[in-house]
């Protein structure tokens, strides 16, 4: 069983965001808030409260089958109507038409249970706030604050007047409107400040991958100057001394052969530096990218042990392994709920071993699937290197990066 809960955690769970977590569980609290009032309101004290008599049961049957109806018609709403809170899809026309007619159904049976005597007060009073949540819960999401609050009173005044009229009982007209408001309030806390919450995670969400956006064209934008930086001007002069070089050579002019020397040795040159952009552009410094992942890590409120051997290790492996702690630094942040972090590199016999592991299960997008790793594993192919991750027990997930040694360290002394 254990298992078979992290299974489902690890694919279902765990590739949600952090803001798709909230909403689901916020979701589900709503799902269980609409069943616990009626429930404790409605369904449980209503046998008790209800006259002894023929007609006191049918009603009594009727409105508890009216008050399930209402809960699972409001439990199917509750997604669309927030979706149309957080501006994500449009309110289907007449969408709280049923939930209306049930509420007015379930009233009208109250209302007859208190004219004819068959329910003691508090079971009335009860079962009043007990259907108006359903209905209430969900249409605080589609009105505004005050537009809400002005038929809430309306409402208020209406229904005490009704159960007023059918009951006479002057200290129950108070209790009428006490649980109608009470609900009325409870409404808009538990749904509409909840809503809230979650248009504020997802515009955070949002910007966030703006922000990723802007950071690669950004990026994008300095690899384009520092290009034109070194190109711009060796291009020129290249066009310059070509076009020279052919007007001394149609008069015929030994200097034309050393115009063209002159462009060969200028395009060499921009070579030599395009290389070394591109190389500057791609590597990844080892040292710093431990450094910079301990201090992310540590910033984000997860404690971060970084232990790390970097000295003697070839430009090329470096690079690569600073590739895998950014990829996973990345997604420890993004993926996983996790607490701790630990990276670890050490030189073992005849290679480097990089491990990072955390406790935020799975740690990574698509179970290990996802399309960082699998260019990582690219990275690591092209210096020798392997790449294992996966849960390990204890709920935790581990990177494994492995580049053999012996045959980088005889290129470099030679």
Known sequence: MVGRIRGWQQRHWGRRSKAERVELTSVFTWYGTIWFIMCFWVLLPLPGGLAHRPVAGGLGALLVLVAILQCVVANRLTRPVLSHYLGRAELPAGAHRIPAVLLGLALALIVALAGLNAASGMTVRFTIG?????????????????????????????????????????????????????????????????????????????????????????????????????????????????????????????????????????????????????????????????????????????????????????????????????????????????GRCTLCLRVLEGRVVLTVENDGLPGTPHGGGGSGLAG??????????????????????????????????SEVTS
């Open 130 to 338: 007990g259907v108006v949540l359903p209905f209430a819960l969900l249409y605080g999401f589609t009105v505004p604050v005050g537009v809400f609050l002005r038929r809430s009173a309306v409402f208020t005044v209406l229904l005490t007047t009704a159960v007023g009229l059918a009951d006479r009982d002057g200290f129950g007209l108070v209790a009428t409107v006490a649980t109608i408001v009470f609900q009325a309030v409870f409404a808009l806390l538990a749904g509409r400040c909840g809503a809230w919450t979650l248009s504020v995670l997802w515009e955070g969400e949002r910007a966030r991958e703006v922000e990723a956006r802007l950071a690669v064209a950004e990026e994008r934008l300095r690899f384009g100057r520092d290009l034109h930086d070194v190109l711009g001007r060796n291009l020129s002069v290249i066009s310059l001394k070509s076009e020279l070089a052919v007007q001394l050579a149609r008069r015929g002019r030994p200097e034309a052969v050393e115009q063209m020397i002159e462009v060969q040795r200028i395009a060499q040159e921009s070579q030599r530096e395009v290389r070394a952009v591109v190389r500057g552009y791609r590597e990844a410094d080892l040292g710093a990218e431990l450094t910079g992942a301990q201090g992310v890590l540590t910033a984000a409120g997860i404690d971060c042990e970084v232990s790390a051997e970097t000295a003697g290790l070839p430009a090329e492996v470096q690079s690569a392994l600073g590739w895998v702690v950014r990829e996973a630094t990345t997604n420890v942040l993004r993926h996983g709920d996790a």
């Open 376 to 409: 990582l594993r690219e990275r690591l192919a092209v210096v020798g290197g392997t790449l294992k991750a996966g849960a390990v027990p204890e709920a935790r997930f581990r990177l494994v990066a492995e580049v053999p040694l012996e045959q980088k360290v």
